[in-house]
């Protein structure tokens, strides 16, 4: 019987040892879980002037399908000066991140933000339309 | 054996220690003041601005048996601006929290190049509180002023308190401005007025924005262009000769200055806000202002930054701004 015993805590032990080691893989390089979500789409978006007081025209239309923001401002809106907000789907994040204002006044040359999934295997990217009202 | 005799020592000084615990602390009688003493407290916050008052309420008392006050006095360290003075009532708060003034004596008296302002008591008293109104003169800016308040009593003793030092702001202020499209339009930073466009037209190098109205398109509203903006900010205006200076804006929206918003809301600009307010790649106008929101001014020449305060405004084509200004 006591040998039984030792057998099955050695087991118990190695086990143990065995899982404590394995490398902690839950986490991407932003310190943000990893999830099993797969769902990659933004939601909504709003685009802030330098006051924090919102610039936009109209509702954003977002093309989850063309991936695709189309978004008019406000005349006289200061592109140089305005913080763009992202509404994602759960456990999503957006490359590039937004760290402070932005400048989107090269109208001509779209920005790309891309939305990745909670899983981080789905990567789609959205192009940002902007024309003044 | 050893056992029982640590059981016993145990007991006692668990005994000894709860009898200690349960001691009860003697209240001491505070001792009552016999002497002449005063009090002070500063009843202003916020930046001390040239022009604008500090406050305070300077409390003074002495037994019955020792005597009367007889005088009150505070001097700053720099003589104070038109209209600083003692005041010669003593409040107290009544139930309904209104202060109630009893004149003490006759009204404060300057002396000392400025420097003091003295009150004599006419009242036979021996207990006030009085209110000193100090308005920070222009030469105090970006100084340090400090105020000793003194009181003296019919038995010989003079008690003393010190105040201070307090840092005086380097801004200057201007309230109620009215500004209206097409007539006085002209806003100088620099002289902290608004002139129409035959006195810009004198002035050109001093004129920093334009205020206009437009009711088209619906977002223009209420705006402040600086001279030298793109021409579709500035419809239908034509600008006096010589005005051309550029002058970078940033919108703010919610700060709402007491100074600024003649004492309402309880937010204040101070100079480190407009030394360290990132005016990098700022626009040279702002439109749609509205009530309650504000700018930050930068003049071309990098001589002055301004916060700009939209007091009110009218859908005539009118709005009353304040400022505050800093001389970079």
């Known amino acids: 019987m006591t040998i039984y015993f030792k057998i099955i805590l050695t087991v118990l032990l190695l086990t143990g040892s065995f899982f404590s080691c394995e490398k902690d893989s839950f986490v991407d390089e932003d310190g943000l879980l990893i999830t099993f979500r797969s769902e990659c789409f933004v939601s909504n978006f709003e685009l802030l002037g330098a006051d924090f007081v919102t610039v936009r025209a109209a509702p954003a239309v977002i093309d989850t399908v063309a991936q695709t923001i189309d978004v008019s401002v406000l005349f006289g809106t200061d592109l140089k000066n305005v913080y763009p907000q992202f509404t994602l789907a759960t456990d999503c994040k957006l490359d590039p991140k937004i760290t402070g204002k932005m400048d989107l006044s090269n109208l001509a040359d779209s920005k790309i933000f891309t939305v990745v999934s909670g899983n981080r295997l789905v990567r789609k990217p959205y192009k940002l339309i902007i024309k003044y009202q | 054996m050893l056992y029982r005799n640590f059981n016993f020592f145990f007991l006692v000084w668990v005994l000894l220690t709860s009898l200690t615990a349960c001691q009860e602390e003697e209240y001491i009688l505070p001792e009552p003041i016999s002497q002449l003493t005063n009090d002070c407290l500063k009843r202003t916050i916020g930046p001390s601005i040239a022009s604008l008052p500090i406050e305070f309420a300077y409390a003074m008392a002495i037994p019955k048996s020792q005597g009367k006050l007889v005088s009150a006095q505070v001097e700053a360290s720099i003589p104070g601006g038109t209209g600083t003075y003692l005041e010669h009532r003593s409040y107290y708060t009544n139930s309904g929290g209104v202060d109630i003034p009893v004149t003490i004596g006759s009204p404060s008296t300057v002396v000392d190049a400025g420097k003091s302002s003295k009150v004599t008591f006419t009242v036979d008293t021996n207990a006030a509180t009085l ?102 900010f500035l419809p239908g205006v034509t600008l006096p000769s010589g005005l051309k200076k550029s002058t970078k804006l940033r919108k703010v929206f919610g700060l709402q200055d007491r100074n600024l918003a003649n004492l309402q809301f309880g937010i204040y600009v101070d100079d480190i806000d407009l030394t360290s307010v990132d005016m990098t790649d700022m626009p040279n106008y702002a439109i749609g202002l509205r009530a309650e929101a504000g700018v930050w001014v930068e003049t071309a020449d990098k001589k002055y930054r301004a916060y700009i305060y939209i007091n009110s405004v009218n859908a005539t084509g009118s709005a009353v701004i304040s400022m505050l200004r800093y001389t970079l």
């Open chain 2, 131 to 232: 209110r000193y109104y100090y308005i920070v003169p222009d030469e105090a800016k970006g100084q340090t002023v400090s105020f000793t308040f003194s009181v003296n009593s019919s038995d010989g003793k003079t008690a003393s308190y010190k105040m201070g030092p307090y840092n005086i702001s380097k801004m200057s202020i201007k309230k109620n401005l009215t500004v209206s499209n097409g007539t006085n339009a002209f806003i100088s930073i620099e002289d902290m007025a608004i002139y129409n466009a035959t006195s810009a037209a004198a002035i050109p190098d001093k004129v920093d924005l334009v205020y206009l109205y437009r009711a088209s398109p619906t977002s223009f509203t209420h705006g402040l262009v600086s001279p030298g903006a793109d021409a579709s």
